[in-house]
């Protein structure tokens, strides 16, 4: 059985950071089945790893890509989450966060999820962002949302959502 969602997420990535990947988005039938294992009802952690495998498969260590999970933790909130951060010759082009399945029925973990984006991305922005432009993924397990930030002339942008029917 082929997983559609990470279909769906590489064609994400594809559409939004084509300028970022030489290669065609190839991943292994093993990252195709981790995310199959993964319970949709589980926690945001058990995601890390497909995630981790698929980001290590699409930005490999050939092309200079550095890909570093953080802990991250936000103002006013006991919660927190890992952010893979997706980097080429020490400049940040890419950034992932995960939140579960279950809570993206929740109004206010995807207002949330939002917010943790744009807090994100002016983290990046404080620094020294000499890439023309920063793209974000906000996921809810394996459904998710594409931001881009241009630090020249534009606010954070939310570009593709990808929401697949085959849950």
Same mark, same amino acid.
Do not use: W
């Given at each position: +059985?082929?997983?559609?969602?990470?279909?769906?997420? /590489? %064609?994400?990535?594809?559409?939004?950071? *084509?300028?970022?990947? !030489?290669?065609? +988005?190839? #991943?292994? /039938?093993?990252?195709?089945?981790?995310?199959?294992?993964?319970?949709?009802? *589980?926690?945001?952690?058990?995601? #890390?790893?497909?995630?981790?495998?698929?980001?290590?498969?699409? $930005?490999?260590?050939?092309?200079?890509?550095?890909?570093?999970? =953080?802990?991250?933790?936000?103002?006013?909130?006991?919660?927190?989450?890992?952010? $893979?951060?997706? *980097?080429?010759?020490? &400049?940040? &082009? @890419? @950034?992932?966060?995960? %939140?579960?399945?279950? /809570?993206? %029925?929740?109004?206010?973990?995807?207002? /949330?999820?939002? %917010? =943790? +984006?744009?807090?994100?991305?002016?983290?990046?922005?404080?620094?020294?962002?000499?890439?023309?432009?920063?793209?974000?993924?906000?996921?809810?397990?394996? =459904?998710?949302? &594409? #931001?881009?930030?241009?630090?020249? !002339?534009?606010? &954070?942008?939310?570009?593709?959502?990808?929401?697949?029917?085959? +849950?």
């Amino acid at each position: +059985m082929h997983y559609e969602n990470v279909d769906c997420i /590489s %064609k994400g990535l594809q559409l939004c950071c *084509s300028n970022l990947l !030489s290669s065609n +988005m190839p #991943y292994s /039938s093993g990252v195709n089945k981790q995310f199959e294992i993964v319970d949709l009802l *589980s926690e945001e952690s058990d995601f #890390y790893g497909p995630f981790n495998s698929l980001l290590f498969e699409l $930005f490999p260590t050939t092309e200079h890509y550095h890909i570093s999970p =953080q802990f991250k933790r936000f103002d006013g909130s006991l919660d927190f989450t890992i952010q $893979f951060i997706i *980097s080429r010759r020490r &400049v940040p &082009v @890419f @950034f992932v966060e995960i %939140k579960s399945y279950r /809570s993206l %029925k929740e109004l206010s973990a995807r207002a /949330s999820a939002d %917010k =943790q +984006m744009r807090e994100g991305f002016r983290e990046f922005a404080s620094g020294n962002i000499s890439t023309p432009t920063l793209y974000g993924l906000s996921a809810f397990g394996p =459904q998710f949302s &594409v #931001y881009t930030y241009d630090p020249a !002339s534009s606010p &954070v942008k939310s570009l593709v959502t990808c929401n697949t029917s085959t +849950m």
